[in-house]
Structures are given as C-alpha cells and as structure tokens.
C-alpha cells in the first residue's frame, strides 16, 4: 500500500499568515514536490529553488554558479522518504534567491493512500502568497500598505502591476485544486506499469 505524508508549509516572516497544507506520496521526488509547493503556494516557478536539510541541499546543480553555501545535490534523484529519516519532521524550501522566499515544511502525518484518491493533493490553506519579484517579506509589507491606501503615492502605479487588485486573504482554492489536480493526474500516468505477471 503506498503512503503518503501530509505537510504543513509556512512561508517565514510574511504578514498576514500564508500557510498550506498538502498530501503527498511518501515517494514524491523532490523535484516534483517543488512542483506541488509551487502549485499549492500560487507561484509561478519562475525562479530557482531550493530544499535544505541540515547542512546539505538539494535543488538543480549547476557546475558554473552556485546560490548556496553547500554542494547543491540534484532534487530529482532525491524521495522525500530520504530526507524524512529518523526524527527528522521538518525541513526547509528556498524560492527565489533575489527575493528569498523562506518555506518551513513540517511532516505532520504519515498514513496508508486512499485508493480513489490521486496525489499530491490540497488538504487546505490561508493566505495568499506574495506576487512575484516584489522585493521578500520587506517587499510585500510595502506592496501590501501601498495598495490598501488610495492616497500611498504608489498605490495606482502597483495596483496596475499586481493586475488591478489583489486579496491578501484569497487563496483562489478552486483554480488551485484544478491545477494540482492535473499535475496529479500527470504524475499518475508516469508511473511504470507492472509487467504482466508480475508478483505483487
């Protein structure tokens, strides 16, 4: 039977609250588990990333340039089961290394799949995550007084960035389910099929 874990993620230092929390196969490549964070969160994955454990990373090596401290290990290879050994129930995820996006991951629970269930899945949230390339936490506190206040000297100069309105508090729950649905869906035709005969 294949289990799954559900995670509860926290975007760091950002007011009001952005949290999610999402089931996922306990087998989940960590490449595709950014995939879900990003899916879940409401970014656009148009920035690299980063899953840190300890003092050892995981994201997309690159020979010529590197964001972290540490050797940066490729996430494909990489389970989620790998990382989630022994006491270990959390972990971190960088988004964005201009604007910084600090992700907490916590492991609150590991249990059997449902058969008629497909995975990653949205469990629930609050908070809307930040719009892209507005500057991190610092950023967004701006951005956020800037738009609440017709009188803030930019407030219809962002308004117009943002797209014309922005809700802090509308995760956009539905059109994020229909997407993370299809990326389940996807995930699920990957797998390899059994060979006939072949011994459960």
């Known amino acids: 039977m294949t289990e799954i874990v559900r995670l509860r993620i926290d975007l760091d230092e950002v007011e009001p609250r952005v949290r999610r929390r999402i089931e996922v196969p306990l087998e989940i490549t960590l490449d595709d588990l950014h995939t879900a964070i990003q899916i879940a969160m409401g970014w656009t994955d148009s920035h690299l990333y980063e899953f840190r454990v300890g003092r050892t990373a995981y994201g997309i090596p690159d020979p010529d340039w590197g964001f972290s401290e540490h050797k940066v290990l490729p996430a494909k290879k990489t389970r989620l089961t790998e990382i989630l050994t022994g006491k270990r129930k959390s972990f971190a995820y960088i988004y964005d290394f201009g604007d910084d996006w600090q992700h907490t991951i916590r492991a609150e629970a590991i249990t059997s799949a449902n ?67 299809r990326f389940a869906k996807h995930l699920a035709r990957r797998k390899p099929k059994r060979a006939a005969g072949s011994a459960d």
């Open 115 to 181: 058969s008629v269930t497909l995975y990653p899945r949205l469990v629930d949230g609050e908070g809307r995550c930040p719009p892209e390339d507005v500057g991190g936490a610092w950023g967004y506190a701006e951005f956020l007084e800037a738009i609440a206040d017709p009188k803030h000297e930019q407030h219809s100069e962002l308004l117009g960035w943002c797209g014309g309105s922005f809700d802090p508090a509308d995760i956009e729950e539905a059109d994020t389910r229909k997407v993370m649905d």
